[in-house]
């Protein structure tokens, strides 16, 4: 799930690490691309095979300081909030990324603006 994948990367930050492994989920994987793109996260690989396959994230630092300062979880497994793209809007005045899950797939919420699409709000991060 995404909200252990984000806890153990911002605890890993907090902590010092240079990186962590996590198992390889399709979803998972996904939103390690976008923070990938997004300079959240220096690089993620996968490693293995089927059954064994695991994520291998190396953190960014800025400074000495973790790329990432917070992150909320808009949607949790109790609540799922949908929202169009006509009301998606900007994350911390355009310093952060907000993560929408549409029918296209995982995408930021500025991409699903420009392809009109709406779906289920994850996260914002910053």
């Known amino acids: 799930m995404y909200i252990d994948l984000l806890t153990k990367i911002k605890n890993a930050q ?5 990186g962590l492994k996590v198992v390889h989920v399709k979803m998972d994987a996904s939103i390690l691309d976008i923070l990938v793109k997004s300079d959240y996260l220096e690089s993620v690989i996968k490693k293995g095979r089927a059954p064994k396959r695991v994520l291998d994230i190396k ?6 300081k973790g790329a990432i300062n917070g992150i909320k979880f808009v949607s ?3 609540r799922h909030i949908y929202i169009g793209y006509k009301d998606l809007r900007s994350i911390k005045q355009g310093y952060g990324l907000g993560v929408i899950s549409t029918s296209k797939g995982i ?11 709406g779906g289920e709000v994850l996260f914002e991060i910053w």
Do not use: F, I
């Open 107 to 117: 995408m930021t919420t500025k991409e699903a603006r420009k392809e009109k699409l």
């Open 59 to 64: 953190l960014k630092y800025q400074d000495g």
């Open 14 to 18: 907090q902590a010092g690490k240079e």
């Open 76 to 78: 949790k497994p109790s």
